[in-house]
Structure formats: C-alpha cells, structure tokens
C-alpha cells in the first residue's frame, strides 16, 4: 500500500512539472516580465527605468531559463523559471505583485472557503441523493416524471440568476439573513445560510439526475431481483442493496472534489464578498495580479493531483474487488 | 459566418449519419425533442441573420451592421436617455421639464420614442397596447395562413400521407405559435420598448436578441476547435497505445489537472496584456471584441476537449480488438484506413452526444465568465454582461429588474431546449440505452 502510494506520488512529479511549465510559458513567454511592467505601471510615458525598477523589485530582472553570467549551479537557480516556477513545488509562493505575502494570505482565507464548501457539499450530497431515491423508488409514476423535469428546468437557469435571485428574495425583500458578508463565532451561521443552500438549489438539478441515472441502472441488476424475490420490501432494496452498491462510484466522485474544496467557489464567494480563496482569485483576476494567478493555478492542480490519489486509495477501502498493483 | 460554416458542417455530418435512419427517427417521434429543436432553429436563425454583415453607409460609426440590424432599425435607433421601465412611456427618473409657459416642474419626462405615439398615455396605453398586440398576431397568422396554403400547393395530395408523417400537426402548431408571437413582438417593439432601456437608454430588448449570436457563437464555435483535438488524440491514443497513448494521456491529464476557470482566467489575462502593449494591431473597439470571443473560444475548446478525449480513447480501445478491425489488419487495410473507416464511423454516436451535452454547458458558462470579468469584451452583446450589469442595478430603488428577465428568459428557453434535444440525442444514439427500447 505505502509502496503504491509512493509509485503514484512519484508519477504525480511530471505531472505537475507540465503544469508548471504550462503556466510559465503562458506567463513569462507569451508576455515578457517588460510588458508585465508596462501593463502594472500603466500603459504610457513608462521609462525604462521604471520598467527596470519594477522588475528587481519583483524578482523578474532575471534571464528566463540560463543564467549565463553566473557559474556552474548558479546558472540553473539563478533564474525566472528556478525562482517563480520551480519554488512552487516546495509551496514558497512568493510575494504577489502588489508586494503581500501570498502563502500567508492563502492560509488565512483557505477557512472561510472550507467554512461554506464543505457544508454545501454534503448537504447537497444528501439532498441530491435523497431525491434520486425518491424519483427511483417512486418510478414509473407523475413523481418521476415531474421530478426529471423539475431537474432539467433547475439545471436549464444559470447559477447566477439563483444567487441573485436568492439575495433579492431574502436578503432583500424578506430581510432575513445579511446580504453579503463574513463574521465569525456564531455570526458565521448567519451568512453562510444563504449562500449554502443556493448553491444544494442550483446543483440540485444536474446532482438528482446523475444519481439517479446510477440507481436506475443499479436496480435493474440481478441482485435486485433476488433480493425482491427474497420478499424484501422495496425501500429495503432501495436502501440496504442498491443505495449500498451505488456509493462506489457516488463516494469516488465525490472525493476527487474533496481537496478542491479549499480552493472555494469563485462566484459565491464574490457575490456574497466572502473573505476566501475565490474570491481571492477573482481579485487578483480583476488586479491583474499575475503572481497570484499563478499561483492559485498551481495550488488548484496540485489539489487535483491529491483528489486522484484519494480516489484510488478509496477505491480499495470501500470495493474489497479493486487490488491496487 | 462563422456560424454559416458551422451550421453547413452540422448538415454535412447529418447527411453522413442518413444510415442510421432509426435514431433520427426515434428523435422525430419525440415531441419535446421536436419542439426544442423547432425553438433551436429559430434561435439559429436569428443568430443566422446577425451573423451576415454587411455595409451601409451613415449607419453606425463602423458602417458594418448585419441583416438582423437591418430588420430590426427602430430597435437600435430608439434610444432613450437613461432606463425606462417595459412599456413605459416615461423615463425612469425624474428631470426638470420645462412646459408650455416656460415653467419648470420636476417629473418623469416622456420617452423619446417609447409610446411617444400617444397624446394621454394613461388612458390610451392599455387599448393601444392591445390594438397593436392584435395587429401583430393577425399579421403573423396571415403569415402562417399563407404557409400552410403553400405547402398544400407543394405537396399535393398523394404526398399528403408522407408529409404528415414528417411533419405532424403539433409541430405546424408550435412554427406557426412561434411565427404568430414573433409578428405580435415585432409589432409592439416599433412602439414600445418590450424590455425597457438600459442606463444608457439602448433598448434591451435589442440587446437580449442581439445576445443570441454571441450565445451560439461561443457554444458552436468551442466544438468546433474542441472537436478535432478531441477525436484525433481520442482515437490515436486508442488505437497505437504504446508512447503515442503515454504521451497524450499525460497531455490530457495536465490539462485536467489545472482548474479550468483558472486557466482560461490566465489566458485572457495574457490576452489583454498583448492587447494593451500591441495597440497599434487593435486599432477600433470592435475588432478587439471579436478577438477576445475568438480567443475566449478556443481556450474553452482547449479546456473542454479532455473530456471526449477520455471516452473515445476508452472506446477506440475496446473497438480495436473487435473482430472486423482484426480482420482488416489481417487483409493488409493500413492503419489510416482502418481508424477513417473502421473506428471513426463507431465512435460518432459518442462524438454526437458530447456535441450536444456540451452546447448547453457552454452558453451557461459563457454567462459566469463574463460576470468573473475573464468572459467576452465589455461591449459585446451577451447575457452574461447583461447580468452583470443588472447587479448593480437591483440595489436600486425602485428596482431596475428588466434586464436581467429578458436575460434570463432568453437564455433559460434556450438551455431548456438544448437539453431537452441532447436529451433525446442521446436517448436515441446510446445504444446502451436504445436495447430496452425505452
């Protein structure tokens, strides 16, 4: 087991160096650390001086990826690459572009984020299952049928139109939670609610229809059939035999988005100024703060990369069938 | 034009599919695939007619509109000061008007244009209103009539059988429901602002139809670059396995790996920062939009193909060990051949489906990327800017809320209608799904 998860930590090295280098050419290639300058000091009457100033500063007044006036080792960690890509590996993020510390600010706002992604994501995992069931259980009949339509009418609206929808409604005109905003203690309670459950609202729709997509296929196994024939009741095969088979993959999905979590919601977060990782992202969007964005894209993959190896690991735990090799 | 090409390739792959008769079959006998395709077509239509440009002269700064501008002049012409509500014949704040005598008197002033064909607009308005709304229906319903009489004159009697059979009454019912409503809109919309105006005084309602292009240009124009990166490695990867599949896989999975709000967030960021330090290339607003949505596209291709990429690698793999395929390498078929004849033709229906899954997901997404600030140009025309701006807007008092309906009510038909039609794709071209006949 530990040998296996040393093997696919291992296999995850090139994996995140093609990131890396993904993101560096997109970000020092295709626009040199010069039209950085321009582009942060403003588009006119920038000297070169200036340029050149912003660029110590920041660290980018190195050569890309030889440093040739240094010796021997110096000429590989003396550069942008070694200093801006290669020390991402070893999370030191660096400072951003407007001069804050971003690992700092990573961990302080990575919280809040967890804070409203954690809750929304099992609440709407057992809302989403729940109505699933229902629909299979109550198949062949109006409530299924409503049921599918009433998930494709919620999948058809985008997300936004619920967020605003819902702060309008509530917030609003109803007044009863804040409209946006963060506390903590028990304060937290308040804002989190809304944004919570708009988002179980709006995946509600694409959730209920996956998972029942997976019990119909389920129910039509033979176990089924055998455990019916046993004169097992239906919402006893619903829930012991087919709900029991279908967390496999219901429980896989749901761990690959597990380390995603820290990273947030970019839209509820900003809608609802939320002090998170998302939202932090869309500042540095809106800043063009390149340090930060690559950063972020960094973080995100590496977060992927864990959610795989979770998955697999879970595989084994929960299907006794899957032999990790 | 873009849209043009797309569509005529759209044909092209359906005509190569005649074979399969039973699945299009199965989708025409499904009334709400019908009814969401009808609703498509309109959509593409519109966006058909914005798509042709061309030029006249004294029109607009840039001289270029398109046939849809053409037809709809008194929409883009009409402007008003600042927001006015749907229908209203006032404008939405208060301003010194200075009357007959000379006197000042704080109040709503009329529009410009919208009712400005009544003398006393509370009295008149709902009469009008409604005169103008029946005007329209009946002119569309003569439009209809005379559809119907030519297509009696077409098909003639004996072909009446076949006719009915391809296309059944509900589906006259919803065009001429569809052509009926739309001559009752345009009607109004001469007069009337149907969705009020924005802060600038545009018409929304011209916005929202407007919008429809960019809507269908992002959801087409993404499959387009998704799809040949998407069956090329598919299929390679399948098929030779070995560091060709090694190879691709890692592509893929880095791709994966990176969350792809991220990454077109980046990519448009670069975007902006070669415009604004290569200025001299972008020279007019419009040329710049157009390539930020161009650009826009092909990121999302380049995020989206990994996707179809998988599935059709897993497939390719299954279907290189089946018996025909073996059997023509053993006759000497060369490689190329086997993937354009053998493989391609049995993975179409996987192709098929994910086209349409994806269009859906596309014209959603469009609109949260547009309001992150990373989706098309501020001053394209499209939902997702719309919602934006209407943001803002409903902290207002009293609420400004048209243009974030007529957003949302444009681009909910046409989701809803896309994924009611992947849907029957996709129940018809599964044959997983089409063995127990449900």
Redo the contacts between chains.
């Keep these: 087991m530990i040998q296996y998860i040393f093997r696919r930590l291992m296999y995850t090295l090139p994996l995140l160096l093609g990131v890396n280098i993904l993101t560096f050419f997109l970000f020092f290639v295709v626009n040199t650390p010069n039209d950085m300058a321009r582009m942060q000091l403003g588009q006119k009457h920038v000297t070169e001086q200036a340029v050149n100033k912003w660029k110590v500063e920041h660290g980018y007044d190195l050569p890309l990826f030889l440093n040739t006036e240094r010796r021997s080792f110096k000429q590989i960690t003396e550069t942008v690459f070694y200093q801006k890509s290669i020390k991402l590996f070893a999370f030191e993020f660096g400072v951003s572009d407007s001069g804050r510390d971003i690992g700092a600010d990573i961990k302080q706002r990575m919280w809040p984020s967890l804070a409203i992604a954690l809750p929304s994501l099992l609440l709407g995992l057992l809302v989403n299952i729940f109505a699933a069931l229902m629909m299979v259980l109550f198949r062949h009949s109006y409530l299924e049928f409503w049921g599918v339509v009433a998930c494709v009418v919620i999948m058809s609206i985008s997300a936004l139109f619920y967020i605003i929808g819902g702060q309008f409604l509530f917030s609003k005109l109803l007044k009863l939670v804040p409209i946006s905003g963060f506390g903590y203690g028990i304060d937290t309670l308040k804002f989190l609610i809304l944004p919570i459950v708009i988002s179980v609202v709006s995946g509600l729709g694409s959730g209920g229809r996956w998972y029942r997509a997976l019990f119909i296929e389920e129910v039509e196994k033979d176990y089924v059939v055998t455990a019916r024939a046993k004169g097992l009741s239906e919402t006893q095969t619903l829930f012991r035999h087919v709900l029991g088979n279908a967390m496999i993959p219901i429980l896989t999905g749901v761990v690959v988005v597990l380390p995603l979590l820290f990273m947030g919601s970019l839209i509820m977060e900003s809608f609802f100024s939320i002090p998170g990782l998302g939202s932090y992202t869309i500042d540095a969007i809106n800043r063009q703060d390149f340090a930060i964005v690559r950063s972020m894209v960094f973080l995100g993959s590496v977060l992927y990369v864990i959610g795989l190896l979770l998955t697999d690991i879970c595989y084994t735990l929960v299907d006794p069938r899957v032999k990790l090799l | 034009m873009i849209l043009l090409i797309s569509s005529v390739s759209i044909g092209v792959l359906l005509r190569n599919h005649d074979g399969l008769k039973r699945p299009l079959k199965k989708i025409a006998a499904n009334k709400s695939a019908m009814l969401s395709m009808i609703i498509l077509l309109f959509f593409l239509a519109v966006g058909l007619l914005d798509s042709i440009h061309f030029r006249a002269e004294g029109q607009r700064s840039s001289g270029v509109i398109s046939v849809l501008d053409y037809c709809a002049k008194p929409l883009w012409q009409h402007t008003e000061k600042t927001y006015s509500a749907p229908f209203s014949a006032y404008l939405y704040s208060k301003e010194y008007i200075t009357q007959d005598g000379g006197d000042k008197v704080w109040a709503f002033p009329r529009l410009q244009f919208g009712g400005s064909h009544l003398t006393n607009p509370e009295s008149e308005k709902t009469s009008d209103l409604l005169s103008l709304l029946m005007t329209g229906l009946s002119k569309g319903l003569m439009l209809c009539m005379a559809g119907v009489g030519l297509r009696g004159l077409f098909v003639g009697k004996k072909s009446e059988q076949s006719a009915r059979r391809y296309c059944p009454g509900f589906v006259c019912i919803t065009i001429s429901i569809l052509i009926v409503g739309v001559a009752g809109l345009m009607e109004l919309s001469m007069y009337y602002h149907i969705f009020g105006t924005d802060k600038v005084g545009e018409d929304v309602f011209y916005q929202t139809i407007k919008s429809i292009r960019t809507g269908l240009v992002i959801g087409s124009l993404t499959t387009f670059i998704m799809l040949p990166l998407a069956v090329i490695f598919g299929i390679l990867a399948g098929f030779y396995r070995g560091w060709v599949d090694d190879l691709i896989q890692?592509?893929y999975?880095?791709?994966?790996?990176?969350?792809s709000?991220?990454?077109i967030?980046?990519?448009i960021?670069?975007v902006?920062?070669?415009m604004?330090?290569h200025?001299e290339s972008f020279t007019n607003l419009e040329s710049r939009a157009d390539l930020r949505l161009l650009f826009l596209c092909l990121i999302l291709g380049v995020t989206s193909w990994t996707g179809l990429c998988r599935m059709l690698r897993a497939e390719t793999l299954k279907l290189r060990e089946m018996g025909y395929v073996q059997a023509a390498k053993v006759l000497g078929v060369k490689p190329f051949g086997i993937l354009l004849q053998h493989i391609l033709p049995n993975v179409m229906h996987i192709i098929l489906i994910a086209v349409v899954l994806d269009f859906?997901a596309l014209v959603?997404a469009e609109?949260?990327l547009s309001?992150?600030?990373?989706g098309v140009d501020p001053s394209t025309y499209s939902w997702g800017n719309m919602?934006n701006g209407?943001?803002l807007e409903?902290a207002r008092e009293p609420?400004v809320w048209w243009p974030?309906i007529a957003a949302?009510v444009f681009?909910?038909i046409l989701?809803?209608t896309a994924?009611?039609f992947a849907?029957a794709v996709r129940d018809a071209f599964d044959p997983r799904r089409s063995q127990y006949g449900q």
């Design positions: 890692y592509i999975t880095t791709l994966n790996s990176i969350p709000v991220l990454l967030a980046a990519s960021l670069m902006q920062v070669y604004a330090n200025p859906s959603l609109a949260v309001y992150i600030n990373i919602i209407a943001r409903m609420v974030l949302f681009m909910f989701v809803l994924n009611l849907d």
